[in-house]
């Protein structure tokens, strides 16, 4: 069982380079396509490879499982827009840091939701992992309403990690993973369309090369292999653990950012700060997995 839990560990782990990847390339786009739009294609190409890659394991979805995959993948579009809309008011840095704060709001909903009670090593790996994410973000001045917003998002990123803990023993797990990307991606299509139908002149999008490639890696990497790689991987590991994993995500980002040049050319500095906040992250998950032979109780 321990074997299994770690390779989970991994193969989530993993799901972060792709992510933390996403962020420069989404980044070069983002003034050419509207985000709800970029995050309708992205899902629906995501929707198309599961269908293709898990035909033979989509049959017998019932009702039950749809409800469930689709909460879960309303969470998932909740959590998304709002950080969209909260990025409209916030800064980038301090959007980054509410949102990994769903780190913490993980094992607290945990215990109260699902009678899990997070083991000591695990809630000390969260800390580190917080404090990390301060220091990689620099956490800037006072709140505003975009903040509120990402606060919000972030509960929302909680809830999806939770409630696929929750489902995932019950049901199959292809049915679930599937039904959370198809679900996020009708959601978004619809408000593609509401956003259509109430503009009295929207804006047309040229589907340059630039904006079909970010939308096939993203779509095929980020959300087909990452979101199902990820509800599988739940399976055989724990919540908590699966959140502080996740916060390896900006260290990614940052680090891609560090190398690969936007739009115009440019790459960011790595700061003492941004190594002192990646270390104590990856500090809380090395503590977490270097004392989990020694816990059983998750």
């Known amino acids: 069982m321990m074997n299994k839990q770690l390779k989970a560990d991994l193969a989530i782990f993993s799901i972060t380079i792709i992510w933390g990847s996403s962020f420069i390339v989404m980044k070069n786009i983002s003034e050419d396509i509207p985000a709800y739009a970029y995050l309708a294609m992205r899902f629906l190409v995501a929707s198309i490879i599961l269908t293709v890659i898990f035909n033979k394991n989509l049959k017998g979805i019932n009702l039950s ?9 309303l969470m998932l579009y909740a959590g998304m827009m709002l950080q969209v809309l909260g990025l409209k008011t916030t800064t980038a840095s301090n959007s980054a840091f509410i ?29 580190l992992a917080a404090a990390g994410l301060f220091f990689l973000t620099g956490f800037q001045g006072d ?3 975009g903040d509120t917003l990402t606060l919000i998002c972030a509960l929302c990123f909680a809830l999806q990690i939770i409630f696929i803990d929750k489902f995932a023993p019950d049901m199959n ?3 679930l993973a599937f039904i959370q990307v198809a679900a996020t991606a009708v ?38 292999f990452g979101y199902s790689v990820q509800t599988i991987a739940q399976k055989y590991t724990t919540p908590t653990r699966t959140a502080l994993i996740l916060t390896c995500e900006p260290v990614f980002g940052a680090i891609f950012a560090f190398i690969v040049p936007d739009i115009y050319g440019n790459t960011e500095v790595m700061t003492m700060q941004t190594i002192i906040g990646s270390l104590l992250i990856l ?3 090395i503590i977490t997995e270097l004392k989990f032979r020694n816990n059983n109780s998750q």
Request: aromatic share 12%; hydrophobic share 55%; with cysteine.
């Open 65 to 73: 499982s749809i409800m469930r995959g689709s909460l879960i993948g």
């Open 99 to 127: 949102t990994g704060l769903c780190v913490i709001m993980v094992p607290v909903i945990s215990v109260f939701l699902l009678k899990k009670r997070p083991p000591v090593n695990a809630v000390l790996g969260v800390f």
């Open 143 to 145: 709140w505003v309403i």
């Open 173 to 175: 797990i292809y049915h």
């Open 187 to 224: 959601f978004y299509l619809i408000t593609w369309a509401g956003v259509a139908f109430i503009s009295v002149k929207p804006a047309p999008i040229v589907f340059d090369s630039k904006i079909i490639l970010t939308i096939l890696y993203t779509g095929a990497l980020g959300t087909a």
């Open 283 to 285: 500090s809380g998950m």
